[in-house]
T-cell receptor, first 114, second 117 residues
Framework: AAGVIQSPRHLIKEKRETATLKCYPI?????VYWYQQGPGQDPQFLIS???????DKGSIPDRFSAQQFSDYHSELNMSSLELGDSALYFC?????????????FGPGTRLTVT | AQSVAQPEDQVNVAEGNPLTVKCTYS??????LFWYVQYPNRGLQFLLK??????LVKGSYGFEAEFNKSQTSFHLKKPSALVSDSALYFC???????????????FGKGTMLLVSP
């Protein structure tokens, strides 16, 4: 079965640079979520989209922005990168935004900021 | 606000023995509860969920979880552990309060399960 696809899998950037992470949800999934997982931490919710509209916002820094496109893929744009942004960034998708729906996670993008 | 507690950072069990990974939750409304497993350098894999109905939920790879409303718990169990079950396990909750149909997914801190041969 098709899974959530994230690209790139690994990314190395320097401080103050920008980065763009991409997420392709499971086909027919219309809801996308972004999470940040620091080393040894639990995933922290950043932002979500339902039918191409932002549906919820978590602890996403103002330096970050995201959007969902007409084909339902999503991009997380990160600017003025800081060392503390080094983390594993997960995208997840579901068939809708209802709380009862499980989220399916991608393999993650490991971002290292030097 | 919703929260999840996983009181054990690590659980050690011998292969073939039963395992339990504990989880308690706090929500203002009715809880939707999930278990995910994470292998090293991998994404989270969905194991099972409780929405409503039977308190004992069966999931992937022989795992099951028991919802206990009075104790606000949702412990993950497996009758016979395998070495390949060694991984990081996350309990998560979403609130379905009276005025919302959805909410964000909140994770516990995770419990590392180590199954020895």
């Amino acid at each position: 079965a098709a899974g959530v696809i994230q690209s790139p899998r690994h990314l190395i950037k320097e401080k103050r640079e920008t980065a763009t992470l991409k997420c392709y949800p499971i086909p027919r999934h219309d809801t996308v979520y972004w999470y940040q997982q620091g080393p040894g931490q639990d995933p922290q919710f950043l932002i979500s989209f339902y039918e191409k509209m932002q549906s919820d916002k978590g602890s996403i820094p103002d330096r970050f922005s995201a959007q969902q496109f007409s084909d339902y893929h999503s991009e997380l744009n990160m600017s003025s990168l800081e060392l503390g942004d080094s983390a594993l960034y997960f995208c997840a998708s579901s068939t809708g935004q209802r709380s009862s729906y499980e989220q399916y996670f991608g393999p993650g993008t490991r971002l290292t900021v030097t | 606000a919703q929260s999840v507690a996983q009181p054990e950072d690590q659980v050690n069990v011998a292969e073939g023995n039963p395992l339990t990974v504990k989880c308690t939750y706090s929500v203002s409304g009715n809880p939707y509860l999930f278990w995910y497993v994470q292998y090293p350098n991998r994404g989270l894999q969905f194991l099972l969920k409780y929405i409503t109905g039977d308190n004992l939920v069966k999931g992937s790879y022989g795992f099951e979880a028991e919802f206990n409303k009075s104790q606000t718990s949702f412990h993950l169990k497996k009758p016979s552990a395998l070495v390949s079950d060694s991984a990081l396990y996350f309990c998560a909750v979403r609130d379905h309060g009276p005025n919302s149909g959805y909410s964000t997914l909140t994770f516990g801190k995770g419990t590392m399960l180590l199954v020895s041969p």
